[in-house]
């Protein structure tokens, strides 16, 4: 094997292993995040605080005007952090507004 063969060997596994470590952070979230199969994560579409409204996944929903929001950082984190393109999870009261909301990174990916 010449020494470069084996340098690129190399090469392409560090970046191999720095990529799979990103993944696994990306997964572990914090324990006030929900966990399971029925959790389901979209993107918000547009967020109307003026109005209570949100669309998520092409969904619009009434949203309570002071839900909950969770993020990796802070269990309970500024509605600053919700507008378009964040991947989210939510919770729906028995009036169907969003009354939680969780925030995920932006290199997360759900498990299969």
Known sequence: MT????????????IMLLLLGGTASAQSLPDYYPRG???QTAVIDAVYLDENR????DITYPMNPRPIVRSPSSSYDSMNKIRP???VAFRLDNNGEIVELWIYPKNYRPRR
Do not use: D, E, N, Q
Not at 3 to 14: C, D, E, Q, R, T
Not at 54 to 57: A, E, P, R, V
């Open 3 to 14: 020494p470069i063969f084996k340098g690129a060997i190399v090469s392409g596994l560090a």
């Open 37 to 39: 199969p029925l959790v």
């Open 54 to 57: 949100i669309t998520i996944g």
């Open 85 to 87: 393109g964040v991947r």
